[in-house]
């Protein structure tokens, strides 16, 4: 607010004072007629702005990407636990963590709980997965 206030006071004294420089004649018209408009054109500046789309809105992402990564890592889940379940039936739940990082989404971790508290059993998984290239692996037995 400060700056359009100096910037109109500013168009309407330079308007003022050509007008008290400018000889009588042809081109006085023209530049009155000049200078009246700069100073229109300023005073309905905050008008005008009323009807722009602000430029600060479309540097913010347009993307939930937290949410993404949530859908994301409920259709992973979903999917390995389908895959999960057909080699290993003792799976209770299996949780895949999506995230989205350096502009890539990617797995940040597995989860994998068993009914069964066999060591072999959980073994066999944990080495299943990284087979499969999973990082950061939990596999434990769901106790009672």
Not at 88 to 110: A, T
């Amino acid at each position: 607010m400060k700056t359009y206030l100096i910037t109109a006071a500013g168009v309407i004294f330079l308007s003022v004072v050509v007008s008290l420089i400018i000889p009588e004649g042809k081109l006085n018209k023209t530049i009155t007629f000049v200078m009246r408009m700069a100073c229109i054109l300023v005073l309905i500046q905050p008008i005008t702005g009323i009807f722009k789309i602000s430029s600060s809105s479309s540097r913010e992402p347009m993307y939930d990407y937290g949410y993404i990564s949530e859908v994301y890592s409920d259709n992973q889940s979903s999917a390995l636990k389908k895959l999960l379940d057909e080699k290993f039936p003792d799976i209770d739940c299996c949780l895949v963590e999506v995230i989205y990082e350096n502009g890539n989404f990617k797995v940040d971790s597995v989860t994998v709980t068993t009914e069964k508290q066999d060591e072999k059993l959980i073994s066999e998984i944990y080495a299943y997965l990284e087979e499969l290239k999973y990082i950061n692996i939990t596999v434990y037995a769901k106790s009672d």
